[in-house]
């Protein structure tokens, strides 16, 4: 009976933990967008087409350099989006290509949104006028559904353009 005290609280701690759902992501997705140059470059100004207001980012021009990486958001209402920057006061345009997909994970979670290839070719998942696209990657929501495994992944997707 010396045990009880002490195995009552694992036992209630254990319970609560496995309880819990990780519903995954709470943040809207976004394009995770990393540009690269042989030679530095600046990013003049950077909008979103077709966006009814700015773009929710601290953007600031920052001197020459031969990288920049962005955080920038993706329109749920479509299945692209585009982006226009003026880097060294010629304009490059980068549209996104996605599938969405909005599911009914849980009666606790509700629907969950995630992010797609709309296919396997490339040429079909990104455009750019002026850079070469080096790399693409989506991201869904990984999660197990404890709260005991690693923080969950961010749905989005991943652009490396080499200028």
């Known amino acids: 009976m010396k045990a009880f005290p002490v195995l009552l609280p694992v036992f209630l701690l254990a319970g609560f933990v496995t309880a819990c759902q990780d519903c995954g992501p709470t943040d809207e997705p976004n394009l995770f967008l990393t540009i690269q140059s042989p030679t530095a470059f600046r990013v003049d100004t950077l909008f979103g087409v077709g966006a009814t207001g700015r773009l929710p980012t601290t953007f600031t021009a920052l001197p020459a350099q031969q990288s920049a990486t962005y955080l920038l958001p993706i329109n749920l209402n479509a299945d692209s989006t585009q982006y226009t920057l ?78």
């Open 86 to 163: 003026r880097i060294d006061g010629r304009e490059e345009r980068i549209k996104v290509y996605y599938r969405r997909s909005f599911y009914y994970k849980s009666q606790k979670c509700g629907y969950v949104f995630d992010l797609f290839p709309p296919s396997s070719n490339v040429a079909q998942q990104a455009r750019t006028t002026r850079g070469r696209i080096t790399s693409i990657t989506y991201r869904q929501n990984l999660f197990n559904g404890s709260l005991m495994s690693p923080a969950s992944i961010e749905t989005g997707v991943q652009l490396n353009i080499t200028l």
